[in-house]
């Protein structure tokens, strides 16, 4: 079974342009979250997909960041314009419906840099 | 809301030594607890978690947690580190029952010596 991908590995980008960051789950997983780990820092949580519906989206920071889950199976993450401050490691977990739910498993995250 | 505490951003021990990486946590409610890993280079990895089922969970690798509700702890063990388990370690936190958000801890990073 393949685990959670994440397109790309590493991004560098200028402030001011736009990255759109994939997450493909786990096949059969309704759940999916990103995450953020910005340098130093500790890993944050920025929202939550049921299938195609946002469950949760308190984490993320502010209107310059547009997640989507079109047909409930891959996920984007939009950042536009970026900001320097959006530097760090993104990360997408994905987790299967009813029993067990609470187990995340991780991608290998994408390292976003942006000058 | 919950939060987790990992005291020590940075561990060392030798090779063969007793490995303890402590976490606190904070919730109004019996969390449910998780441990993972990171390697160099990849992504994070699930140690083992707890689900209030038995207090003592065993995870891969030879690590184990327990669940102590009167300290509000959660520490990782292992009886002997090997070069191996160099890596970052992370405690998470979630709300009991279904799938929900993770609250994590800072990470702490165990260098293993020889």
């Known amino acids: 079974e393949a685990g959670v991908t994440q397109f790309p590995s590493h991004s560098v980008i200028e402030k001011g342009q736009t990255v759109t960051l994939r997450c493909d789950p786990i096949?059969?997983?309704?759940?999916l979250y990103w995450y953020r780990r910005v340098m130093g820092k500790e890993i944050k949580f920025l929202l939550h997909?049921?299938?195609?519906?946002?469950?949760?989206e308190s984490g993320m920071p502010n209107n310059r960041f547009l997640a989507e889950r079109t047909g409930g199976t891959y996920s984007t993450l939009k950042v536009q314009p970026a900001e320097l401050e959006d530097s760090g490691v993104y990360f997408c977990?994905?987790?299967?419906?009813?029993?067990?739910?609470?187990?995340?498993?991780f991608g290998p995250g994408t390292r976003l840099l942006v000058l | 809301a919950q939060s987790v505490t990992q005291l020590g951003s940075h561990v060392s021990v030798s090779e063969g030594a007793l490995v303890l990486l402590r976490c606190n946590y904070s919730?109004?409610?019996?969390?449910?607890l998780f441990w993972y890993v990171q390697y160099p280079n990849q992504g994070l990895q699930l140690l083992l978690k707890?689900?209030?089922?038995?207090?003592l969970v065993k995870g891969i690798n030879g690590f184990e947690a327990e669940f102590k509700k009167s300290e509000t702890s959660f520490h990782l063990t292992k009886p002997s580190a090997h070069m191996s388990d160099a890596a970052e370690y992370f405690c998470?936190?979630?709300?009991?029952?279904?799938?929900?958000?993770?609250?994590f801890g800072t990470g702490t990073r165990l260098q293993v010596t020889l």
């Open positions: 977990a994905s987790s299967h419906p009813g029993q067990g739910a609470e187990t995340q498993y």
């Open positions: 096949s059969g997983h309704d759940n």
């Open positions: 997909f049921v299938k195609e519906s946002k469950q949760d």
């Open positions: 919730s109004s409610v019996p969390p449910y």
């Open positions: 707890y689900t209030s089922a038995a207090t």
């Open positions: 998470a936190v979630s709300p009991p029952g279904t799938a929900s958000k993770l609250t």
